[in-house]
């Protein structure tokens, strides 16, 4: 979405010409904006001075107009409501040099450590808690960049908001979008209904697939990321090989619909900072864009939730130092098996358990890190304190025989070898101190700490990781009795089959 914008807004500036100061300011009325104030924390500059841009882009449940409300559902007995979910949420990555880009979900379901936080525009606030990561929105799109930054260490510039409607806008403005399925489906919840093989979907149709998690994979969130980056890496590319941006009247009617149908932060709010944003985003190949989910692992506290698994903490780290998960080629890493044999770790993870002490006086450091940690396989024996005084420091203080454990645990948090000590007890002890006010990666910690590269092949495993230039991939129907009819339930193919009366999404 944030592509289609850029790249609109940019080829209407251009062939404008001398309309295009009126449609300049028409535009930058249309732009909803909302202050970041540095939550998401800040990129830092290559040694050629660049710097990469990672965008959190949301897509909202919210039902907070009659629109959204019809589209949505749910509003029958409590009308338009207020407050709304980050029901999907991407961390969409443009590297420093231009070259490549990489997309991460971030399934809905997601359990994590949420932040203090107070939304500038309503005064709602909370004091911080333990729960589901889209829920982080109701303190505000800040919150929700907050918390996304605390569970990855990823810088997170801006951000992007969609709610209902404007999935519905974007997708009639460009004229639909091709999408394939791998078998006949009926999701009798987002209410999609498509015949094995490739549909134009618009509009309403549209809304339904991105919707749609019933339909695909196992039924569950993960399975709606993936059908996601098939929308969206089709939308990349009609965009970059269809005559559309050179019609004057079509960018307008693209980048008017785009612009009424987003909230961006400030630091996009206007179309001059679009525009150059676009100059940037259109230098990346299809074969360079990768779409990637943050792998995760059950919950063990409840079925129906997923925490961060293994290869999570290798992809927020190829992110966050700004590595590219495709060659030059559009394949994968050449690098990757030997960076992985390289950067294995002395001593398994699983075996690791570690003592995080809070040397703050900011609220929930130690959960943050200790949850990262549990997230990258870590033993579930690690655990938390409040450290015994305040730490301008972080440390991380080991055993006798333990200095191969405490630089496993170090570099998977990006941490110096020079905050590694030898004390005369036994275990791990790590004490967040006041250099690490945010974020589960230790600030400025990744070169210092890894003289090698993220672990690339790890990054991708089991990350249901796929290029945009991917134009033969279909979303994969589920298999399993994920939907009902008449209260019977049956595979979405089956529900298909016995809707024969129903119309489908496309017709």
Not at 94 to 111: K, L, Q
Not at 155 to 179: E, N, R, T, Y
Not at 336 to 356: D, E, G, L
Not at 422 to 429: E, S
């Amino acid at each position: 979405m944030l592509k289609i914008v850029a790249i609109c807004v940019s080829v209407l500036v251009l062939v404008t010409a001398g309309a295009g100061w009126w449609f300049y300011e028409h535009l930058n009325g249309n732009i909803n904006s909302v202050a970041l104030d540095g939550k998401g924390g800040t990129e830092k500059a290559d040694a050629f001075g660049r710097t990469p841009i990672n965008i959190l882009v949301m897509g909202s449940d919210g039902r907070t107009s009659k629109a959204d409300c019809k589209l949505g559902g749910g509003c029958a007995k409590t009308g338009v409501q207020t407050g709304s979910n980050a029901d999907v949420e991407m961390v969409v990555h443009i590297s420093a040099d231009r070259s490549n880009a990489t997309v991460m979900s971030i399934p809905r379901d997601t359990m994590t450590r949420v932040p203090a936080c107070k939304d500038g525009a309503d005064g709602r606030s909370t004091p911080g808690y333990y729960g589901q990561i889209n829920s982080a929105l109701q303190y505000g799109p800040a919150c929700q960049v907050a918390t996304v930054h605390q569970l990855t260490g990823i810088p997170i510039d801006h951000f992007v908001k969609l709610d209902f409607s404007g999935v519905v806008k974007m997708s009639d403005a460009v004229g639909g979008v091709s999408v394939c399925v791998d078998a006949d489906v009926y999701d009798t919840y987002s209410h999609l209904k498509l015949s094995h093989g490739t549909h134009t979907l618009k509009g309403v149709a549209a809304l339904e697939f991105v919707r749609s998690r019933h339909g695909f994979g196992d039924g569950s969130d993960l399975g709606r990321t993936v059908s996601q980056h098939i929308f969206l890496s089709a939308m990349i590319r009609k965009f970059k090989s269809a005559g559309t941006l050179t019609d004057p009247a079509a960018v307008y009617g693209l980048a008017d619909a785009a612009t009424k149908a987003l909230t961006v932060d400030d630091g996009l709010g206007t179309v001059r900072k679009l525009v150059s944003l676009a100059a940037d985003v259109n230098k990346v190949p299809t074969q360079r864009m990768t779409f990637t989910t943050m792998q995760t692992a059950p919950d063990p506290a409840d079925n129906d939730r997923v925490v961060t698994g293994p290869g999570a903490g290798a992809l927020f780290a190829a992110i966050a130092d700004d590595q590219s998960l495709t060659t030059g080629s559009g394949g994968k890493s050449a690098a990757a098996a030997a960076t992985a044999k390289a950067t294995a770790p002395a001593v398994s993870a699983s075996r690791i358990s570690v003592t995080v002490e809070n040397g703050t006086t900011l609220t929930g450091r130690a959960s943050a890190v200790a949850t990262a940690l549990t997230g990258q396989g870590f033993s579930p024996g690690t655990t938390t304190a409040n450290a015994p005084s305040p730490s301008a420091t972080t440390t991380l203080t080991y055993g006798t025989g333990q200095k191969a454990q405490a630089k496993t645990v170090a570099k998977a948090l990006g941490l110096p070898s020079s905050h590694l000590k030898q004390g005369t007890g036994t275990g791990l002890t790590l004490v967040i101190g006041n250099d690490w006010p945010s974020g589960t990666r230790f600030p400025g910690g990744s070169a210092a700490s890894s003289p090698t590269p993220a672990d690339t092949r790890t990054a991708v495993s089991n990350a249901h990781a796929q290029t945009a230039d991917q134009a033969k991939t279909c979303a994969k129907v589920s298999t399993y009795k994920t939907v009902s009819l008449g209260g019977v339930p049956m595979t979405p193919t089956q529900a298909y089959a016995a809707a024969a009366g129903k119309p489908d999404s496309d017709d």
